[in-house]
């Protein structure tokens, strides 16, 4: 059982520059989640999906954040213009259907200089 | 903001029962009560989850007070690897909103 695949696990950037993480969910769990996490706080809900489409996006998701989800199957989100206050780890979750257990990746974590 | 009290630490000694308190004194009807835990660089990991019956599976047990208002999480014989911060969530079964809203948890000590 593969689980949720977040890539690439660490992320250095400068100031102003573009990231994209990508998320592999586990196969055939049609929601998808992204969560960010600062140190020493609980993890804060992005935005889901359920299959392709996005269903929901907290106010934290600024305009410089997208998250796409193409095929229903992996996810994209790319911050545009980094701050140094986007430093965070990024999480992505994937769920089998509605308000079931949410199944955690690893993390992407990202350092703005 | 979370719907969830929980103390910001707690010390437990390896092969007793660590008992984790939460106070949901605004829970309504339709809200479940879900545990998470987050070792140190990892994602956060389910645990356990009911809504008024008390609940076991293989990594716990969940305590449901018969008013709802609190509930506890029991480890039976914690572990070094136990270690971690655990996360009491309250959230809609059925309801539109797919999201978890996480507090800051309980960090967790197992000692040796």
């Known amino acids: 059982d593969t689980g949720v695949s977040q890539n690439p696990r660490h992320k250095i950037t400068k100031r102003g520059q573009n990231v994209t993480f990508r998320c592999d969910p586990i196969?055939?769990?049609?929601?998808l989640y992204w969560y960010r996490q600062t140190l020493g706080q609980g993890p804060e809900f992005l935005t889901y999906?359920?299959?392709?489409?996005?269903?929901?996006k907290s106010r934290l998701l600024s305009d410089r954040f997208s998250a796409e989800r193409p095929k229903g199957s992996f996810s994209t989100l790319e911050i545009q213009r980094t701050e140094q206050g986007d430093s965070a780890m990024y999480l992505c979750?994937?769920?089998?259907?509605?308000?079931?257990?949410?199944?955690f990746g690893s993390g992407t974590q990202l350092s703005v200089l | 903001d979370a719907k969830t009290t929980q103390p910001p630490s707690m010390d437990c000694a390896e092969g007793r029962a660590a008992n984790l308190p939460c106070n949901h004194s605004?829970?309504?009807?339709?809200?479940?009560v879900y545990w998470y835990r987050q070792i140190h660089s990892q994602g956060p990991q389910y645990i356990i989850h009911?809504?008024?019956n008390n609940e076991t599976n293989e990594m716990a047990s969940l305590i449901i007070t018969e008013d709802r208002k609190s509930s506890t999480l029991i480890l039976p014989h914690a572990t070094l690897r136990d270690t971690a911060v655990y996360y009491c969530?309250?959230?809609?079964?059925?309801?539109?909103?797919?999201?978890?809203?996480f507090g800051k948890g309980t960090k967790l000590s197992v000692k040796p």
């Open positions: 605004t829970i309504s009807g339709n809200e479940y």
């Open positions: 009911g809504l008024k």
């Open positions: 969530i309250v959230r809609n079964y059925g309801g539109s909103q797919g999201n978890l809203i």
């Open positions: 979750a994937s769920s089998p259907r509605t308000n079931e257990k949410l199944f």
């Open positions: 999906f359920q299959n392709e489409a996005q269903l929901e």
């Open positions: 196969s055939e769990h049609n929601r």
